[in-house]
């Protein structure tokens, strides 16, 4: 395929005032051979060290400065009226391409070719134990935007750091909507709207986490409000869904949550079941160990005590073989340590946010401070 056949790829990076990796992550950009492509770069209150990135790549790159806050959502849909590419590529200011990575916009127009929206695997780069937990959740996003693609050729929400889309296909969607979940926004009404995805695992690109616990809480405070208004928005549409495609909606919950099983049977699991299992079990038992009769007389808040503590050893189990499953599919390292954490502590942390969160939506309060996304 000649050059003038290949379709023209607009790149759209939206930085608030600075970015570290904006400079590497330029480089990278216009080292790739691929003719047919332009790089635009918009910034809401820029600093000084993007106003002289600005002339470092002036002629090569196209900067938008804003020396008033627009928000991320206005910046993006604006630049893209002024573009002219038939695809639209969507990339994070906090993102560092895969060093072995070459060709990615050849190979961003070969993917696109039978989609009409084309997602890029994501990984954290891992300069802190905290990186190292992050990157599980990734793993989990990243394996369910792969098993929808796989299963229904449609995707219910992206991770906006890295996506392609068709101009065309962002214009009948009406481009962002000013949520706070802009991303999970478009790609639950390209699902709805029936839009052709592709998840691409061999093209990868690496974020930034949080540097520290309480910017990571920041960060998913305002996901978790995003996220319940989102699922407040299309309640309807996801019930739906759940009844249309149940083998593939329902797993992906498990997929990106892992505490939600151990919540459920706590919540729905009669006590009364698993003592009686319990009790029944040792009183077999005990026929041939005399010493299982005194744990037969625990008391009924010993036994609840025990029975989470089999859920959670057996949830443990069960998910470390899964996600072990999953990095070797994904090409991701695993820790069983790193792990251990992000199962007993960062899990369930997410999952009550998510929780708090909805009900905060559910019952109309406040949603307190909104940053430069919105």
């Known amino acids: 395929m000649t050059s003038l056949m290949l379709p023209k790829i607009s790149v759209f990076i939206p930085v608030y005032r600075e970015s570290e990796f904006l400079d590497p992550l330029l480089s990278r950009l216009l080292e790739d051979r691929y003719e047919r492509k332009e790089v635009f770069v918009v910034v809401d209150e820029p600093t000084e060290k993007s106003v002289c990135l600005a002339d470092k790549y002036s002629g090569k790159v196209t900067f938008v400065l804003n020396g008033l806050r627009k928000g991320k959502v206005n910046a993006l849909n604006d630049i893209v009226a002024k573009s002219t590419g038939d695809v639209l590529f969507f990339l994070d200011s906090d993102t560092v391409l895969d060093s072995g990575l070459e060709a990615l916009f050849g190979q961003i127009s070969k993917e696109i070719e039978d989609a009409e929206i084309v997602e890029v695997k994501k990984d954290i780069i891992r300069d802190s134990f905290l990186a190292k937990i992050v990157s599980y959740d990734y793993l989990g996003f990243n394996f369910t935007n792969w098993f929808f693609s796989k299963k229904l050729s449609r995707c ?7 996506f392609a889309i068709k101009r065309e296909t962002f214009k009948i969607l009406g481009g962002f909507r000013k949520v706070i979940m ?15 995805y592709k998840f691409v695992k061999n093209i990868c690109v690496y974020t930034k986490a949080p540097s520290s616990w309480s910017s990571w809480v920041k960060q998913r405070k305002r996901w978790a409000f995003g996220s319940a208004l989102w699922f407040k ?19 992906a919950l498990f997929f990106i949550f892992p505490f939600l099983p151990f919540f459920l049977l706590t919540l729905f699991m009669p006590d009364e079941i698993f003592v009686k299992a319990f009790y029944f079990s040792l009183l077999l038992l005990s026929t041939q160990a005399t010493l299982l009769l005194a744990p037969a007389a625990l008391t009924s808040a010993s036994l609840a005590i025990f029975r989470n503590l089999t859920f959670i050893i057996g949830g443990f189990g069960a998910y470390s073989a899964f996600f072990y499953f999953l ?9 069983p340590l790193e792990f251990l954490v992000f199962f007993l502590i960062y899990s369930p942390l997410w999952f009550l946010m998510i929780i708090a969160s909805l009900s905060r939506v559910c019952f109309k309060q406040k949603t307190g401070e909104i940053d430069w996304k919105v």
Do not use: C, Q, W
């Open 156 to 162: 219910l929400g992206l991770n906006g750091a890295a």
């Open 182 to 196: 802009e991303d999970l926004d478009i790609g639950t009404r390209s699902f709805l709207n029936g839009v052709r």
């Open 233 to 251: 928005e299309y309640f309807r549409d996801l019930v739906r869904m759940a009844k249309s495609h149940p083998s593939v909606l329902l797993p």
């Open 327 to 335: 990095s070797r599919k994904m090409g991701n390292p695993f820790n």
